[in-house]
T-cell receptor, first 116, second 116 residues
Framework: AQKVTQAQTEISVVEKEDVTLDCVYE???????LFWYKQPPSGELVFLIR??????QNEISGRYSWNFQKSTSSFNFTITASQVVDSAVYFC?????????????FGTGTRLTIIP | GAVVSQHPSWVICKSGTSVKIECRSL??????MFWYRQFPKQSLMLMAT?????????EQGVEKDKFLINHASLTLSTLTVTSAHPEDSSFYIC????????????FGPGTRLTVT
């Protein structure tokens, strides 16, 4: 069975601070995908990143960066110089990579509040 | 980019009535669509996976007779909540997997259902 744990339920930081959202996963699959989604108050999920289990390189996209460590089954997300618009609920998710095993298992989410 | 729409975006219905929610892939063909439910301040829980032209596969604990899913074409899946009760009030989100791609899911904007 797949499982995604986001231990941080809520985080509040002052604007311009850096913040890291933790994600730990469990899977028996040898190949899988990891995702991060942002859910603003409107409710619509915004795709942020997909990472293949074969690719352990860290990724940076503007103020966002992701640290994938297979050895610790973690896929953490860092926002640098946070902004008020970053306030949202962030979900980490996991899926298998084979046809028929592509359903997403979501973590419980981390509610991030950026204080102006 | 791939766009998924949902209709209606919100609906209020009386207890005992049925309500249908549509999920459409607007610019791609979706072999598989997924239906999720999200209660307030909770994570997304997969309800069922629907494949075009075949019966949906429901997750454990989801009543198939209550949540009827039809995936009649490569661009449309519908979720009908039958004999709705106040506890069915939730945010329902669909996603669609593009034909030929095993890992990419595109999410709709969600439908907020309130049963009075």
């Amino acid at each position: 069975a797949q499982k995604v744990t986001q231990a941080q339920t809520e985080i509040s930081v002052v604007e311009k601070e850096d913040v890291t959202l933790d994600c730990v996963y469990e899977t028996r699959d040898t190949t899988y995908y990891l995702f991060w989604y942002k859910q603003p108050p409107s409710g619509e999920l915004v795709f942020l990143i997909r990472r293949n289990s074969f690719d352990e390189q860290n990724e940076i996209s503007g103020r966002y960066s992701w640290n994938f460590q297979k050895s610790t089954s973690s896929f953490n997300f860092t926002i640098t110089a946070s902004q008020v618009v970053d306030s949202a609920v962030y979900f980490c998710a996991l899926s298998g990579s084979n046809f028929g095993n592509e359903k997403l298992t979501f973590g419980t989410g981390t509610r991030l509040t950026i204080i102006p | 980019g791939a766009v998924v729409s949902q209709h209606p975006s919100w609906v209020i219905c009386k207890s005992g009535t049925s309500v249908k929610i549509e999920c459409r892939s607007l610019d791609f063909q979706a072999t598989t669509m997924f239906w999720y439910r999200q209660f307030p301040k909770q994570s997304l829980m997969l309800m069922a996976t629907s494949n075009e032209g075949s019966k949906a596969t429901y997750e454990q604990g989801v009543e198939k007779d209550k949540f009827l899913i039809n995936h009649a074409s490569l661009t449309l899946s519908t979720l009908t909540v039958t004999s709705a009760h106040p506890e069915d009030s939730s945010f329902y989100i669909c996603s669609a997997r593009e034909q030929g791609y095993s890992y990419e899911q595109y999410f709709g904007p969600g439908t907020r259902l309130t049963v009075t």
